[in-house]
């Protein structure tokens, strides 16, 4: 069937199925819609697997999960569940078909032509988008960067990516599936994922295909591809101004290469010409030594024409340098989105036009390949012609003669960038004339209402008015080379437009012509080389493509929140869970809870190197996932991008520093941090709404992880410590060895020299200073090697090796044992004071001795003497010792040296003592109660010397706060942000107590523990004052209402005590901000105290016992008061003798005493009235007042009857003591909660409702029947006594008491029958007093009319009738009274005024005084200046006269020159000429 016949018949196969393929492919869509809601929701895509793809079902017979089974009459197919794609705004989707819907005359597959491809002239209306465009660009460029490889291994293949019924191997082929399902391998977040795919394509309303095609026919891996990047490419949250696609790369997607973006800027192009020069090719001219051929480097066009003739590779293949890694470098535009910003317009006006220099069009943006840099012509200057070398002896110099000083020609420096496209010379052309994507942001920018007038000119207006000149070079047959363009063949243009399909209607896709379709067009990048200030104008964004797996050391750590994963990726992304895959790539996975808004997350990343350090920091996000066009305008708006923010971090500080990296981007962004040499802890703070991806990678060996891993690689010394040190001890050994050879000895001893000496130290004073301290280094060294002091003879060798007899005048009592008996001097010297003859025969001793020493040591440093031989040998000994562990000692060498330099930095390896870090931890369990405040930890830690600690507690409860208190002083260490501060801690007698509290909260996991960690710098840490840490305490707790009085007292609490015992008090309120302050009253004086808002603690109280209440070997039992309860803790703990060291370790906290009685109360009050009761708390209130005043009774009404009775019959009790009553009134005040046995059953029967507080003081448990804790009832128990007493002296006298207030309140209530109450109250009499008080005490409806006559205050006794004549005498007062204070008041107007007066008097006086100051100080200068006038006119006058004298001199010896110089040149002529003769 010929051309002709195929064309024919597909309009008449075609048009009569084409509506219903249209009306079905619209129902599927809708009810697709539908079923979807609106959104997707469904987890992100899994990690790649290949056991899991091989056991993929390709077929239907798992449709109810992998997809839906049509209805229709066409075979079964495959409905991927996560939905269809979204296009861009520009491409408008119609419909929705299957490939045998519009593919029908050809048989269908995935891969048609395995040699190349295609995609530029099959997809002209897809070029509107930006997307589409970077879609084709980036696949053609990863395309060619693949194509020069040598083995098969490395060449890469787009339709590699996809798979269906073959098998998961290099170089595989998809087939066909009839089904429609495909799976499509891609790189995302970090790691390689599985991305199901159908064969369902959109198509516009012109039912053209808007997915890119390639020119054969039935090929369908371009779909299917773009439709899986585009997927991957939803998943970035751009906003308009940014385009289509913001700094999201395909390249990034397809081939897992970490994209690093970097801006152009004019300021900065040296930079970025010197980084493209050392990373990409550079084009150099051949060299006419090598036999002549052509060069591809010189003729880039010729290079390009014979590549697309013999098969090969249109770009020059990489140059690869040893010892970095290999990275592809590409450009990118912005797109044209015009806004209002008004300097943009001229920045795009100037883009523009260089694009259009260079074959581009701004229009059409996209991203460039960089191939090769040039900083010479493009063709090799002639050589200039061969000169004799005659010609080359005394050459003459070139004299120009202008009559303006001629300056050099400033020649502009060649630098020029060679740029690959797929767009290069492309024609954007539009039906109708408009560029639809300008089209459409005009209407856009109509809507606005500030829309810019400038969006309605078209750049390439001017262009299609007549014949394009890229047009013209495309069909001109020169091969000659241009600045600024390259051509195009004709032959390429042809190849171009061969294969067109004719199965498509109205489609983009045509029909090949004759050529074989087994011989398709390569995608060949066009290239075109760009002038670098071009470049600058032209680009914007540099982007640098790093491969990873050049890199020997990379780690990833991800983050993800449960919501957007499976189930099972949820048990695969346990928290914490390693992940370990091929080509030493690790990194760990964690799953965030749902609830919280973004995933943040917390890493470090230690490096310690010699050498300076690039890591390259990749930073992946996911901030949109699952949502329908519609929504992700409005998301965009709530999903500001994510940020990556790298910081230097130490344990040993609070303080923040500076970032030193910030990473914000909206998907995948890398940047490359550069440390110097050294040791560096940086912290890693990372934001993202719903996951994140972190891949680091470098040449230097790193450790990223959590705490836990960095910090155990910070115990040890850094890198540059240990060299240091070693290159130290090499240089001693070195001399050690060289030790009897006494030509190699002085050449040790220099090196070793340089190795010690720092090089700031230069003068000769400085560096006898440093070497005296590296000697007794190495003595220390030798010392802690032997593990032993070392010997006369051994001292003496290290003497003769370092040449510093100093080191025997170093406390010989530590060197030498046998001077411990006899260093001490005979009991009759201890007292005497020696004689100048004995001072002076001691001092000539000691000079034989010292001289002595010199001669010994002198000849020991001669070859071949026998003190050389025996120090020699001695060393010979020692040093195997030493060699043994060399790191230790050498580390041991270099930190004496730098303990001993007084804070100064000498070696820059000391930079790193700020990373080191030493730590110890220390964990208990903790108690579980619900909702309950809980004393956690508390010990006491010794220190022995000065030295910086950081305490930080890892707890499970988030309220948790760690107090530190100076045992010595008693104060609390500073707190910043509830945490305790880095100090400097001194050592001390008692040590520094660590008390730790939390409020748990309604359910803790199993086996929670709480842990602090001790961080220092060095060891050794602070020690424990026992063994191990202990947890296990009583509480004993005291609950009650607060009742408001005139003191703002809320409670006073008295503690006894039976042996000292160390306390922890809280005190907690209802109200949480309520301002109290908790006091410890010994004696009614203060001796500590704390203020907090609704929670107050005091950490730590000692109690002291009376010296009559201490009882040793025995212990009272505690008896237990109304509302306290010693509750002990489940935990056990064995009797230790730790309690002894604590009492004695806190006796500091009482103040001196001139008693040793102690009484402690323990007091809380209100402050500022900042507890404040509602209504239904104030009634609640004046309850409890009347409960107490009842309490307050010594006897109650209903005891009325049998008080007289009960008093007589038990005489006894009146002899009852004091105390006994006082526990009698405390039982009868108790009786409203005698029946609560714990303080448990107490909390239970409070109301929480109304205001109540709580109080615990926290002991030991061994001690806690050595306190007692119960309510301050002294003044109510004065009262109790009291009345008592009365009674007792007068038996009935309070029922008397009581009848007469009863007789008196009756007499208001029922005033007109006192008669009738007066006989009913005589009948009943005191024997029924409880009708009387419920009678007064009931609330009665009549009104009750009292006297208040006896309660007035009067000034006589007699009313007085006021009269005129005291009127107005009052009158007359008032007058009186009236004049006095006015004429006081102008008294002290007149003292004003006149004040006034005096002080504008001496204003101007003062003022007087200064005109005549200035005018005398004027005075005094005009007779300055005229002197100075005049000594300086009689200095100009004889300068003058010099002046003319010396003029007059030289006119006198110019005079006698001119005399003499004729004759003196005639000689000169004579002598010339008889010099010429004789030549």
Known sequence: MSKTQLKKKEPSSSKGSLSERQAEAASIAASSSESLGGAWRFPIWPEWNDAEVEKEKWDSSKGAEDGKTSKSHIAPFYENPEGRILLPQLLNVHSWKRPKEFIVNKALSVVENPISFDLLSPNDHLICSELMRRLISEICIVWTLHEGTLTEKDRWRPWEHIYSLCKV???????????????????????????????????????????????????????????????????????????????????????????????IKSLYLGTTWDFLKDTIPI???????????????????????????????????????????????????????????????????????????????????????????????????????????????????????????QKPPLSKPEKFIEIASPFLHFPVKSSGGQIPELKAQRSIQRICPHG??????????????????????????????????????????????????????????????????????????????????????????????????????????????????????????????????????????????????????????????????QILISFSVLLLWGNAAQEKKELYAACTPSVLIAQAYSWKSLQSQLPVLTIKTTCSRATMLKLPPGRHVLSFHTKAALGYNVHLCSEMPFTFGDEEAIMSQLTKESARFTDKALSIWRGLSRLVSSFSNEQDQQAARRSLEEAHCPPKIDTPLEKRSHSKVFNSAAYKMLCEALGRKLTSEERFAVVVLTADPSLLANDPRIHSPTLDGESKPPERWSDRKPADSEVKAAIVLQAAFKGHTARKILNASKPGTKEKLTASKIFLDMWPKVESDAEKHAALLLSYIIDRSEGAELYPCQQDEWTRVTFADYSVSLRDTANSWTLVFREVFLVHKEMRLVPKVYSPVPNCLLHVINNDTGEELDMLFNKVAPHVYQPNKLGYTFVAEAVTSESLPAGAKWRMRLIGTREPLPKLSCETPLNVFSVKKLQDYYIPNDKNLICRCLVRVTADVIGTIQFQTSKADALIRLSVLDQEKLVAGNTGKGHVVIPIFCFLANEEQKKPNQKGSTTRDKGVDAKDAPQERGEDSTAGKSHSSFDQFQPPTETMVHKYVVQTEVLCKSWDLDESQLAFVHTLRDLQKNEMRVHKPQDLNRSSTTDLTHPQRQKTPKANRKEEGDKERGKPSSNLKSGSKLEMSLDPTKANWTLRVVTDKSEAESIEMAKDTERMDQIKAIKKAWETAEPGRSAKALQSRLKFLRQFQHPPSDETATDEAASTGPADPRSDLGTALSPSTKTVTMDYTPFTRRQKDLPVLMDSQMEATQQRQRIEQIQTYRLVRENVLEHQKQRELNRKALIIHQLETYEHMQAAQGQRCKTFLDACESIRSRQVAAMKRKQAERQALEDAKQALLEKTRPNLSANQRRKTSAAGKKK
């Open 283 to 405: 084009f150099t001219h051949q060299d006419d030594s090598l036999p002549e051929t052509k060069s591809a480097t010189v003729d880039p066009a010729a290079a390009r024409r014979s590549s697309c003739d013999n098969g090969n590779s249109p770009l020059p293949e990489p140059e690869k340098r040893k010892g970095s890694p290999e990275v592809v470098v590409c450009a990118s535009q912005y797109p044209l989105r015009p806004h209002n910003n008004s300097p943009w317009f001229g920045q795009m006006a100037t883009s523009s036009e260089c694009l259009r220099q260079y074959g581009l069009s701004l229009l059409c943006s996209h991203i460039v390949l960089l191939t090769r840099t040039r900083g010479c012509p493009l063709e090799a200057p002639p050589k200039p012609p061969p000169v004799p070398q005659w010609k080359l002896i005394r050459q003459r110099k070139k004299i120009t003669v202008t009559d303006e000083p």
């Open 452 to 613: 810019s007038p400038l969006v309605s000119i078209a750049e390439r207006e001017e262009a299609e008015e007549g014949p394009e000149p890229d047009a013209a070079e495309c069909t001109a047959s020169s091969t000659n080379i241009k600045k600024d363009k390259m051509e195009v063949t004709a032959k390429d243009v042809k190849k171009d437009n061969d294969h067109i399909s004719n199965v498509r209607p109205k489609t983009a896709l045509k029909e090949p012509s004759a050529v074989e379709p087994s011989a398709p067009v390569k995608p060949v990048l066009q290239l075109t080389w760009m002038d670098l200030d071009d470049f600058a104008k032209c680009f914007q964004t540099l982007l640098v493509f790093h491969k990873p797996q050049i890199y020997p050391h990379h780690i990833q750590e991800s983050h993800f929140k449960s919501t957007v994963l499976s189930k099972t990726a949820t048990a695969t992304y346990s928290p914490k869970s390693s992940i370990q895959s091929p080509g030493s790539l690790s990194g760990t996975s964690t799953v965030a809870i749902s609830e919280c808004p973004e995933v943040r997350g917390t890493h470090y990343l230690c490096v310690d190197s010699l050498q300076p350090a």
């Open 169 to 263: 191997e290099k170089g595989h082929v998809p087939l066909y599936n009839d089904y429609g399902k495909y799976v499509v391998r891609l790189y995302w977040m970090g790691c390689w994922r599985k991305i199901m795919v159908d064969d369902s394509m959109p198509f516009d309303e012109e039912n053209h295909l808007l997915l890119p095609a390639s020119t054969c026919q039935s090929e369908l891996w371009p779909m299917l591809l773009a439709k899986a990047l585009i997927k991957v490419a939803n998943t970035n949250v751009v906003s308009e101004v940014h385009g289509e696609m913001g700094v999201f790369t395909f390249i990034h997607t397809l081939t897992g290469w970490i994209p690093e973006i970097s801006p």
